[in-house]
């Protein structure tokens, strides 16, 4: 049974199919990569499955129930969380007491919830930041304190929406470090980006939509040699230098 599976799902808003008729399922333990053009249903397809919007038709199932049209907060206890594309801490609050209220949604402890925090603080790098205002941060460490307050919840997946968007380079590469680790550890990931390089070397599955609707689904090296994935996104160049530069390795640790 995948810990994710995604049947049929529409979202309308009107007339308008923000989503249309999508299936895709996630393996427990694997980095799934959700991409797709602007306007292609991407973060609406987060916001459904999160339980931030109520799917118009269809099924989401996590950990074996069915959760379609849940509240946000009942979701997360059950150990679905997600970050956001824009990033808003609460910048008067320092970055513990922004990791401490992911934490504290599950463990009503405080102890084991500062724990919990200082554990996920450490894991993302912020240990200089602990008790610095979190409004101060760049955007890479807000982007990395958005991560650390997921993680807080002990979830079992985590949907991470453009995680490496903005970022310089040096940033994008801790930034896949991190996510790289998260996957050693145990964690699941569904991750949104549009930074191909970031993306695909570390998926062991690409989702890709167009329009609303799925038009592929694959390891990443099948993906970039999709002719409609082409034509609707990659374009034939990228997914070429892509293919030669020789990070789509059949096999990934």
Request: neutral net charge.
């Amino acid at each position: 049974m995948p810990l994710l599976d995604v049947r049929g799902l529409w979202m309308k808003f009107g007339s308008l199919a923000a989503n249309r008729d999508v299936s895709f399922s996630v393996e427990e333990g694997q980095i799934v990569g959700l991409i797709g053009p602007n306007g292609s249903g991407k973060t609406t397809l987060f916001n459904c499955v999160s339980g931030l919007y109520r799917p118009t038709s269809g099924r989401v199932t996590f950990a074996g129930k069915d959760v379609t049209g849940l509240p946000m907060h009942s979701i997360a206890r059950m150990g679905l969380v997600r970050t956001f594309q824009v990033v808003r801490p609460l910048s008067e609050m320092t970055v513990l007491e922004n990791v401490l209220v992911g934490a504290y949604l599950r463990n009503s402890d405080e102890d084991k919830a500062r724990e919990t925090a200082e554990a996920c603080i450490k894991l993302c790098f912020l240990e200089e930041w602990r008790n610095r205002p979190a409004g101060a941060m760049t955007i890479g460490n807000k982007k990395r304190l958005e991560v650390a307050r997921a993680l807080a919840t002990s979830p079992k997946l985590v949907l991470l929406d453009e995680a490496v968007a903005g970022l310089t380079s040096t940033e994008v590469n801790e930034m896949v470090e991190l996510i790289v680790g998260l996957k050693r550890d145990g964690k699941t990931i569904l991750m949104v980006e549009h930074i191909m390089e970031a993306i695909m070397p570390i998926s062991d599955k690409v989702v890709v939509l167009n329009g609303g609707g799925k038009i592929a689904e694959g390891p990443p090296r099948e993906i970039s040699r999709n002719a409609e994935v082409m034509t609707a996104y990659l374009g034939e160049k990228f997914s070429k230098r892509l293919a030669e530069s020789g990070v789509l390795k059949e096999d990934r640790p």
